[in-house]
């Protein structure tokens, strides 16, 4: 099975089509619910703009964390948070005007608009590993979303927090295995990141789907033994980990597409210099 999964890892088109299916799969529960709700107090935490400037903040956070003890690129990570700052100071001040203006879903746009610039440049400064991760948690909370819609209708804060248990999941199945796989390229620099890449994900796998499976039954079980919002919670709860397990089983493969034009090929040996030296003389 393990050998199976390191193929997949390769070749990468059939965990890419994994995730495509899980995405339609979750498009077509959110296409089913003929009538959508929002309860009071989800609209009000959508007009607050707290969701909004969460996700950004997040977004610099993971670009701090991973960008400087992942993609060793500190500085430029440090940079473009900063730089990224007086944005968002702007956005927060623009806010009661957008409120009172009803304007609210043009702000929340701005801001998720932000966060792609934020990821954009993130990319192409090298900091790919962190924008893989955070696109993966995002990923997760957008399936998350589509498959609960197949639970209830309404939107509410209960479910916001069931959904959050999704991204939270998601962010340490895949970031531990990225932290690890930084400590082994850095133990062994002269083999290929790829391989290290492979080894690391074979290795942390079997991990992941044993604490998966286990808070997976956790919240089926509790699921089973309560009513009411606490069921839906518990439902929610244990479709975000099952969600966050199936992704970071996933996330290997863009990984390693993103890291293959970055990855540095190990120093020349001793007698190679030697010989050019001599071929120069």
């Not at 043009?106 to 192409?124: C, F, K, Y």
């Not at 089973?224 to 606490?230: D, I, N, Q, R």
Request: glycine share 10%; hydrophobic share 50%.
């Amino acid at each position: 099975m393990l050998s199976q999964y390191a193929t997949w890892i390769d070749k990468k088109t059939p965990l890419l089509k994994a995730a495509g299916i899980l995405l339609a799969a979750s498009a077509a529960g959110f296409l089913s619910q003929q009538e959508t709700r929002l309860t009071t107090d989800f609209t009000a935490l959508l007009e607050s703009g707290t969701l909004s400037i969460a996700l950004f903040v997040s977004a610099l956070l993971l670009l701090v964390g991973f960008g400087i003890f992942v993609d060793d690129r500190p500085g430029k990570s440090l940079t473009l948070a900063v730089a990224m700052l007086p944005a968002l100071g702007v956005m927060h001040l623009l806010l009661p005007w957008a409120v009172s203006s009803a304007w609210t879903p043009v702000w929340n746009g701005l801001m998720i608009g932000l966060v792609g610039v934020v990821q954009q440049i993130a990319w192409r400064t090298g900091a790919r590993c962190a924008v893989v991760v955070f696109c993966g948690t995002l990923y997760a909370l957008v399936v998350s979303t589509g498959l609960s819609a197949m639970v209830s209708g309404d939107f509410s804060t209960s479910r916001v927090m069931g959904l959050l248990c999704a991204g939270a999941t998601t962010l340490v199945m895949t970031g531990v295995p990225v932290f690890r796989l930084r400590e082994q390229i850095k133990a062994a620099r002269r083999e290929s990141v790829h391989r290290h890449l492979t080894d690391v994900a074979l290795s942390t796998a079997p991990v992941m789907l044993t604490w998966g499976g286990a808070g997976l039954a956790g919240a089926l079980a509790a699921a089973g033994l309560s009513e009411g919002p606490a069921r839906e919670f518990a439902l929610l709860t244990a479709m975000g980990v099952g969600v966050g397990m199936t992704v970071a089983l996933i996330v290997p493969a863009p990984l390693k597409w993103a890291i293959q034009e970055t990855a540095s090929p190990p120093p020349p040996e001793r007698g190679g210099r030697r010989e050019t030296r001599r071929s120069r003389a």
